[in-house]
């Protein structure tokens, strides 16, 4: 499969060994990535885009149609999104995690909650703790790192469709942390009774939540 991970390393100035240090895998899985001779898994593919920094499609590209451009339009297709930051896609990354460590065969709300606390870096994390809020969350050097790839309940996936909402409205490239915070904001203030019962739990004032999202989306 041709695409442009070698061009991309050597732009960066990496050696296969350097570029496989990143990923955590051989050099040699590296040399097959870039010569085509097999493609990476979907959740390596991302590993790599975000490292570059980069949308996925933007590494494996082809003139005619092959097997990771497929798997990237059915990805595509069931989230409904163009792109992920590399911090919404941790975010979702843990939300996985913490759906497959507590045997759920789907990712839940409060699971994609629990990934837009994990990393105390994003906007999300800010404005959830500034609000209140906090989860007894553990985190390690392995959060981030995918050990399942349960799908997305029907709620969630409305989150997700009230970002990409959001992103389209404002003209954003991509989905971050705090346009997945906007959806379960979102979903809470209309008909999700749950989800709208946790956070007053905490306390926390949609509202105002709401109101200072509407000034960082």
Do not use: C
């Not at 959830?128 to 349960?150: C, K, Q, V, W, Y």
């Not at 904001?185 to 008909?191: E, P, S």
């Amino acid at each position: 499969m041709k695409n442009r991970l070698k061009e991309l390393r050597q732009l960066h100035s990496l050696s296969q060994a350097d570029l496989a240090r990143e990923l955590g895998v051989s050099r040699q899985a590296v040399n097959g990535f870039e010569s085509g001779k097999f493609d990476p898994s979907l959740d390596m593919a991302f590993k790599i885009a975000s490292l570059f920094n980069v949308a996925i499609e933007d590494v494996f590209i082809n003139e005619a149609k092959n097997s990771m451009q497929t798997f990237v339009e059915r990805f595509k297709k069931y989230f409904g999104f163009e792109r992920f930051t590399s911090k919404a896609i941790n975010a979702i990354k843990f939300a996985r995690n913490e759906a497959t460590l507590s045997h759920k065969s789907q990712v839940e709300l409060e699971h994609l909650l629990a990934g837009l606390l994990a990393d105390p870096t994003t906007t999300s994390a800010r404005l959830l703790r500034a609000n209140g809020m906090t989860l007894n969350i553990e985190i390690n050097d392995h959060s981030f790192e995918s050990l399942g790839n349960p799908k997305f309940s029907p709620e969630s996936n409305s989150v997700l469709e009230l970002a990409l909402e959001v992103v389209q409205l404002k003209g954003n490239k991509s989905i971050g942390t705090e346009h997945l915070l906007w959806g379960l904001v979102r979903l809470a203030q209309t008909d999700n009774t749950a989800l709208s019962d946790l956070f007053q739990r905490y306390e926390i004032d949609l509202e105002a939540l709401n109101n200072q999202l509407v000034e960082t989306v």
